[in-house]
């Protein structure tokens, strides 16, 4: 832009000052000398700040890191005469998902990923909004804050607040997380569990595993909306204040003079990117949920433009491990980032021939242009390995069809799973619990009770179920504390979803779910579950019986029939939020978010 043009753009300005209306500028005209801009630029192009907070230490950084950027781009437009109005900031809710799993608030959780869209799309959409930064924390806002970028499709770019720093056991050294904290909780020490909760998460930032988070943040980076060097540091890191904000304004500015827009960043070929990258670093299962919202948000179907069932399977066969990180390693995305960061997991897996080089990103490079630009060093084979001496030979994940999930969808993390599968197949005893809860009681009181192989069975904690399908990590952590000690595998299978944290033989978002009526809601206690991930299969053998499957669905269709056509094992709902998630959450398989049609 010429210096002729921002000042034709102002004159133009000062001209509609004198002849609109007043009552609509006069909160514009106070606004923008209140945040010390130029008046004349009223009614120009707005650029704006989005962060996401909440209760939790995933958010404690995210307000300077707004107002970091928020300076920046004053600055920028103030040097560079753009014509360009910047509005303060805006900040959207968020959950503490490590603070409610395991109690009914958890329900929330997800909820909150499609009211942060709302808030976001309301913010862009009624302030026409031109230009966005937005600054990410926890996993599911960050969903919802790039799902509703997406549907308003202007220049946008991400900075994701980053992870927090291991704890250190006092007396060994050893690195604690989130997830040691819970798996602790099955401990008889009490001294242990207090030495663990004083000192696993000590400082600010999202989990610093590869959990969901950090899954997120990586698919994020992967797909162009984030620089790669901008994912991995943690949130306390000072490049997040000192360094980035220039740089995410000069991404901006690029988006904006080039025509680049988030649904030219986010296509088949770099969702594809993003996945193969979740997969070779073994992430959460939540991704399964997460990337078919913003496919849909970039007018796209995950499973019909991007990839169908059967490659993402194909796709995660062929794809080793090439991280050792937590849960189901050493290392936190700390160490990765002193390892290169994820521009050198993405170099090995370019130079592999997994990913596409040739998307386009929001600094204006393609993929492989970025990474060459950022010279990353090679694997170091301790935290990040090469594809032809990877961490692990199988890919992190697997989506399951049978009998109990006719459509597919359901979702194990191979990369998790510690014992129980001979030569590909597990073969479970099933115990039913119709609630998280339930389970939970059970695994306090009567931990003795569960026995090698066991399959346990959580329902009616889906999308609609639940309602807003929690994540277990709760119970997962008890069942891996029981298995750990007892050299015996417990499985679980479940309608609702897990957090990345999860470890061992667990099977999620099993569909249709079972106040749908779905075949999780049929099984029985004592039910034979096989789990063959040679066929990517999950049934029961008793269903197998299509007379056994019949009687037990009039049995299920009689009781809800009776109890005003909702099972009387489902919990009652009267929260107005999630009364909305009952009544229109859509299956795993379309991302679980609300449906503004109600339709399944």
Known sequence: MSHDAHTHA??????????????????RVGTARFLGQDVRKIHDPVWAV??????????????????????AMSRRIADQDLAVRLIAPIFTLGVSDGQLNG????????????????????????????????????????????AALL???????????????????????APLDLVDAFQAASSTDALRREQITLHACPGQGSCGGMFTYNTMQTFFGVLGLEPLHMVAPTSDDRRRVDEFPEQLVDALVTMTARGIRPRDIVTPASLRNALTVA??????TNVMLHSVEIARAAGLDLWRDVLSQEEFNE???????????????TYSMVDVDAAGGLATVVKALLDAGHLDGGTIGCTGETLAEQVDRLSPPPPDHRVIYSTAQPFKDTGGLRLLMGNLAPQGGAILKLAGVESGIVEGVFTGRARVFNSERALIEALDAHADDFSDNDMVVIRYEGPRGAPGMPEMLDPTSKITTI?????????LMTDARFSGGSVGLVIGHVAPEAILGGPIALVRDGDTIVVDVNRDRIDCVELGDAATMAERLDTWRSAADAHGGVHPDAAPVTHRVLRRMRDTA??????????????Q
């Not at 869209?117 to 309301?122: H, K, S």
């Not at 997969?279 to 959460?284: D, E, F, H, N, Q």
């Not at 298995?483 to 499985?491: E, K, M, N, P, Y």
């Open 279 to 284: 997969i070779a670093m073994g992430g959460s």
């Open 586 to 599: 859509l299956p795993a398989l379309r991302g679980a978010g609300m449906n503004d049609t109600g339709g």
């Open 483 to 491: 298995c750990r000690q007892r050299g015996i595998t417990i499985a």
């Open 315 to 329: 796709l995660s066969r062929r794809l080793p491990v090439i991280v050792n990180m937590r849960p189901f390693g």
């Open 103 to 146: 109690t009914s608030q958890m329900r929330f959780s997800l909820v909150g990923r499609e009211l942060v869209n709302d808030a976001v799309a309301v913010h862009v959409a009624a302030n026409q909004v031109a230009g966005v930064v937005a600054v990410v924390a926890c996993d599911k806002p960050p969903v919802g804050t790039v």
């Open 10 to 27: 102002h004159d133009v300005t000062l001209e509609q000052i004198r002849t609109s209306n007043p009552g609509r500028d006069v909160q």
């Open 151 to 173: 549907e308003h499709n202007v220049p946008a770019v991400i900075l994701s607040d980053g992870s927090i720093k291991p704890g250190h056991d006092p007396a060994t050294g």
């Open 50 to 71: 989005v962060g996401n907070l909440g209760d939790s230490q995933c958010y404690l950084g995210v307000q300077e890191k707004v107002a970091a950027v928020q300076d």
